[in-house]
């Protein structure tokens, strides 16, 4: 990053920073979450059966994004942190991080590609269908398999595509960014709805067909992401000590960015195993909820792109009263988005439930979700957003301990209490769990703050 596009980050109004690094990226994070609804509606309109098999692999595939996005928060740091220090290095820094990425991505799709079956019957998949006598089941085992295997094959693909996406937000070109990310998910959306759209002349019923969609325009716009960094910052092709050299110096706070990403899909998970042994309806309605989930979310998606790199910059500069103003920007800007979408909700359940189902046993799942769950939000939002800034100023320890209290040790025991209470009490049990991390939050701010302050009175202490 050039010195006069990083004093764009450490100087002038923070809310007009804060704008002008989100609103280029709201567009396309509105595009993406809109795919995931609209993948899995498309899915919805073939059969329950079809929805459930395909809820089976939710848990799976959002393991594979976050992931995806846990190695490009590690490529995010490092070049943040290379143009704060020493920006004449920062094209062979971007380039061994984004390629050390990759390699790390392609050695996990290898294993589960291994593993693939194993995985879907640790979920339950496997009791399900021996539980069916329909003919249909073996054919549709079969796509289902057909399509987890195809999208560990594309991983690699969809990876190179989030790492270079916010290596070019580290280098503060979020239009760029932006731009790429629209024109992928336009090209994703349109192959969706010509292959999956039941009224299209290209029709091709079957979870293989999105797997196809993943492959082909993933695998494309790797390629183009690819050439417009070459273009932007000249990639250095690393030599192998230099690969192997930042392997060996990957520290543990490196394996916790990447493996914290790990604890909101291992959520999803163990809640799909624990709520497939109650009812598999679940899994159908779970299939729907996780991407009705990330849309509600719009807002805190958006400023995880755009404030690790606004915090993170005026943090390593030694800007700490700017990163506390940014933090009360954020935090505010959060909590009223999120309460204006919980009460829009509550006037329009009806309409959102059967609009996103034609299923009636899954559609009452979805309306008791949008009846409590946003409430929650209101909380687990700030908790989401801050722990991807802990990550931006090496905090991963901290950032680590708040994504497995929140998702692991409050909302699987609630969901537990609540599944085993009544049939729809799960959603409120879940609104309580993501209300009560608002307190580890609140700790960690007060903390944090504590420290810094001791930390600079020390500082003068020794000057004077």
Not at 231 to 252: A, D, G, R
Not at 321 to 331: L, N
Not at 336 to 348: D, E, G, H, P, T
């Amino acid at each position: 990053m050039s010195a006069i596009e990083n004093s764009k980050l450490l100087e002038g109004s923070l809310s007009a920073t804060i704008w002008r690094n989100s609103q280029p990226m709201f567009i396309a994070i509105v595009m993406l979450l809109m795919y995931e609804l609209l993948e899995s509606g498309l899915i919805a309109l073939q059969s329950a059966e079809t929805l459930i098999a395909f809820g089976f692999t939710v848990p799976i595939t959002a393991a594979m994004t976050a992931l995806a996005v846990g190695t490009s928060i590690r490529c995010n740091n490092k070049v943040v942190k290379s143009s704060c220090s020493q920006d004449s290095c920062t094209a062979k820094t971007t380039s061994v991080a984004v390629l050390g990425s990759v390699l790390i991505l392609l050695a996990f799709s290898v294993v589960a590609l291994l593993f693939s079956q194993s995985i879907l019957s640790l979920l339950g998949n496997n009791s399900w269908l021996s539980n069916e006598a329909s003919s249909d089941f073996p054919l549709l085992a079969q796509q289902q398999a057909n399509y987890i295997n195809s999208r560990y094959i594309s991983w690699v693909f969809l990876g190179l595509i989030w790492q270079i996406n916010a290596v070019f937000r580290a280098l503060n070109a979020t239009k760029l960014a932006s731009n790429i990310m629209v024109y992928w998910l336009t090209f994703k959306s349109s192959l969706a709805l010509a292959l999956l759209l039941p009224e299209s002349i290209f029709y091709v019923e079957g979870l293989f067909t999105i797997a196809l969609v993943h492959l082909a325009s993933d695998g494309l716009f790797a390629l183009i992401s690819l050439y417009f960094l070459h273009k932007k910052i000249n990639l250095k092709w690393p030599s192998l000590n230099e690969l192997l050299s930042n392997f060996k110096q990957t520290k543990l706070a490196g394996i916790l960015v990447i493996s914290q990403q790990l604890v909101t899909p291992l959520s999803m998970a163990v809640l799909t195993m624990i709520a497939a042994s109650f009812d598999h309806t679940y899994v159908a309605a779970f299939a729907l909820i996780f991407k009705v989930e990330a849309m509600l979310l719009i807002i805190p998606m958006v400023l995880t792109t755009s404030m690790p790199a606004i915090i993170g910059i005026n943090y390593w500069s030694g800007k700490h009263e700017r990163v506390q103003q940014a933090y009360r920007y954020m935090f505010g800007i959060i909590i009223i988005s999120q309460l204006v979408v919980a009460l829009l909700l509550s006037f329009s359940l009806d309409f959102w439930a059967s609009t996103l189902c034609p299923h009636d046993s899954v559609a009452i799942h979805l309306k008791h979700y949008l009846t409590w769950v946003p409430w929650g939000y209101i909380a687990g939002a700030c908790a989401i957003v801050y722990q991807s800034t802990l990550n931006a100023k090496d905090k991963v320890i901290s950032a680590s301990l708040l994504a497995i209290t929140h998702r692991l040790i409050l909302l699987m025991p609630l969901a537990w209490i609540g599944l085993n209470i009544g049939k729809y009490t799960l959603y409120p049990a879940i609104m309580v769990s993501h209300l009560l991390i608002v307190a580890l939050v609140w700790i960690l701010v007060r903390k944090i703050n504590t420290t810094r302050n001791k930390h600079v009175i020390s500082k003068d202490v020794v000057e004077v």
